[in-house]
T-cell receptor, first 109, second 113 residues
């Protein structure tokens, strides 16, 4: 079993829909990261969180430390949100990241 | 700030050849990471450095892979000899450490034929 599990692996939705991507992990962590990767593109850090909730524009990330679970939400989704979203955790006392397999999101106009 | 700079962007080489990937981290970032991304395995950590010293190289696949960081502004990842299964995108990232996020370079797409 992977230390970081994401669901779903693939998600297709219509423009305007509310999107949720989930991430579960099995180790104690100091922080959880959500990353975005566009096709053929580089990796951009969207959020880093260790508790509660963060919001940036139409993106919201939440984390429940007790349940070892995080969600990434996209409101009013747009075709430009189409990308792979990757959850990664930083274990306590470490700097390295352990990655989920990613969720491929496609938003159709 | 130019971000993390990787070169080359693309590399096509023949099996058996030596390949060298290069990375310049953001100035002032004490940590540098090398990752490999494949369709099958996703993103994996190969090795990371703190203040130019290798801290964890447990992800380096085998002796054909080596990484160096001769100074705070430059690192290399070398594959010798290269094999087709090494074909992947290799990312470099850096961070000041602590609670700061990592910044990724644009990656090097390596194809070994």
């Amino acid at each position: 079993k992977n230390e970081v599990e994401q669901s779903p692996q693939n998600l297709t939705a219509q423009e305007g829909e509310f999107i949720t991507i989930n991430c579960s992990y099995s180790v104690g962590i100091s922080a959880l990261h959500w990353l975005q990767q566009h096709p053929g593109g580089g990796i951009v850090s969207l959020f880093m969180l260790s508790s509660g909730k963060k919001k940036h524009g139409r993106l919201i990330a939440t984390i429940n430390i007790q349940e070892k679970h995080s969600s990434l939400h996209i409101t009013a989704s747009h075709p430009r949100d189409s990308a792979v979203y990757i959850c990664a955790v930083r274990e306590r006392g470490a700097q390295k990241l352990v990655f989920g397999q990613g969720t491929r999101l496609t938003i159709n106009p | 700030d130019a971000g993390v700079i990787q070169s080359p962007r693309h590399e096509v080489t023949e099996m058996g050849q030596e390949v060298t990937l290069r990375c310049k981290p953001i100035s002032g970032h004490d940590y540098l990471f090398w990752y490999r991304q494949t369709m099958m395995r996703g993103l994996e950590l190969l090795i990371y450095f703190n203040n130019n010293v290798p801290i964890d190289d447990s992800g380096m696949p085998e002796d054909r892979f080596s990484a160096k960081m001769p100074n705070a502004s430059f690192s290399t990842l070398k594959i010798q000899p290269s094999e087709p299964r090494d074909s992947a995108v290799y990312f470099c990232a850096s961070t000041p450490g602590g609670d700061r996020a990592q910044t990724f370079g644009s990656g090097t797409r390596l194809t070994v034929v």
